[in-house]
């Protein structure tokens, strides 16, 4: 008789189903708690950089590039056009004020500046012949004045001598009469012959005066003229390195085109750009500072060019006591620029954290450094190297600075070795 065998109710296949189904659920609650929060995460050390928060001296800077420039830079325009007939120097030469650097021609000026002298030439010989009318007729009229001062004279005496025969009863009263007649006829001429004269003297100072202004006039016109014709010859204004010199010989140059530039050797200074976000807080006497071949230098702030283009505004910036050796025109300079007052503050080192927290928040390592959680704080003010800490911090307290781009929103790290 066959006897009925009882089955088996799990099998090895059903027990390995029923496991491999346990890791799936598990797995899947796993995630679905590391996507809620409240995760871990296991970070290597040497992956990521720890500082310390600690007080310190602080103050409020930005970065800012500089540019090193000649402390003045004057301009070379062509006063008068022309073309250029002879260069004198190259590009990057060393002169004394009055060298010159260029000689321009220009064939109308030259031929105006011979006009005017003509002028003034005819005009010198026209006032000579003036003058010479003018003497000859004062001479005329002095002429004419002593021939009635001696007819007066003559008159005088006769009547003097006639008015004592008279009283003698040599002569009639007719003859008394006459010889004062004579006087008083002379005395009016001499009277008239003054005023002459007077109206005489007056006219010939009122030409002369009007000459001299005319001449004056047309000397200061050609000798206008003449340094319109020297301008022709441009020469350096002052000491110091031609740069830029745009010239060259056959070229047209027009009136007031610019041909190079003038950089004075005797100092420099820095032309920084900065975000039209701080302009506000940019003043002069501001400080900066830099690095220079391993040494510290400070400028000050001396000039605030306050238009803003593509966002961003120049400071001039001037050497407090020596310029570095060594120093170039045209090097950029990375500067510190100083925004506020050295104070005491707790203090934080930058780091890629930022970017991610937005200074919200940071992870805080434990006192035995085996894990590490987020903490909530407060930022203040920031500079090149540091962070202001408001809250959520205290010194000692050591914090992770590096990147949180792969740490999404795991609120604990677990630090390995």
């Known amino acids: 008789m066959d006897i009925q ?11 390995l189903i029923i496991g491999g ?11 679905i708690f590391s996507s809620l929060g409240g995760s871990k995460l296991n970070v290597e050390k040497e992956r990521i950089s720890m ?50 650097i260029l000689r321009l021609s220009n064939t109308d000026l030259e031929l105006s500046l011979v006009n005017q002298e003509t002028q003034v030439y005819n005009l010198l010989t026209q006032m000579q012949i003036s003058q010479n009318a003018a003497r000859q007729n004062t001479i005329n009229k002095l002429n004419q004045y002593t021939d009635v001062e001696s007819g007066l004279i003559e008159a005088r005496r006769v009547y003097d001598l006639n008015s004592r025969l008279y009283e003698k009863k040599a002569i009639g009263r007719q003859d008394l009469i006459k010889a004062k007649n004579e006087y008083d006829y002379q005395k009016e001429r001499m009277q ?25 006039r047309t000397q200061n ?35 007031g085109e610019r041909l190079g530039q003038i950089d004075v050797l005797s100092g420099f200074k820095v032309r920084a750009d900065i975000d039209e976000h701080y302009i506000s807080r940019i003043y002069n006497g501001q400080k900066g500072s830099f690095n220079f071949d391993g040494k510290p230098y400070l400028l000050t702030i001396k000039k605030v060019y306050t238009q803003v283009a593509n966002g961003r505004f120049q400071v001039d910036m001037q050497f407090e006591e020596n310029v570095p050796e060594g120093i ?13 007052e050295e104070k005491q503050a707790l203090l934080v080192p ?68």
């Not at 190297?385 to 600075?401: A, C, M, N, R, S």
């Open 350 to 417: 930058k780091g890629g954290f930022f970017q991610q927290t937005g200074g919200n928040w940071i992870f805080k390592v434990s006192d035995n450094g085996d894990t590490a959680y987020r903490v909530d704080i407060t930022l203040g003010s920031q500079n090149t190297e540091y962070y202001e800490v408001l809250t959520g911090l205290q010194p000692g307290d050591k914090v992770i600075t590096s990147s949180y781009d792969n740490y999404g929103d795991v609120q604990e790290l677990v630090l390995k070795d």
């Open 328 to 340: 170039r025109r045209g090097q950029t300079l990375q500067i510190r620029l100083a925004l506020s």
């Open 5 to 15: 065998l009882e089955k088996k109710r799990f099998t090895t296949q059903k027990l």
């Open 51 to 100: 500082n310390m928060v600690e007080n310190g001296v602080f103050q409020e800077n930005i970065p800012v590039n500089g540019i090193v420039l000649p402390i003045t830079t004057i301009y070379l325009d062509a006063l008068e056009g022309g073309r250029v007939e002879e260069k004198f120097v190259e590009d990057g030469a060393i002169l004394k004020k009055g060298d010159p």
């Open 192 to 216: 008239l012959s003054k005023q002459i004269l007077s109206q005489d003297s007056i006219a010939v100072n009122q030409e002369k005066g009007q000459v001299q202004s005319s001449y004056a």
């Open 21 to 31: 189904a346990i890791l799936i659920v598990a797995l899947i609650v796993f995630v």
């Open 221 to 255: 016109a050609l000798e206008l003229m003449r340094r319109k014709v020297a301008d022709l010859v441009v020469r350096a204004p002052v000491d110091g390195q031609v740069t830029s010199l745009d010239a060259e010989i056959g070229q047209s140059k027009n009136k």
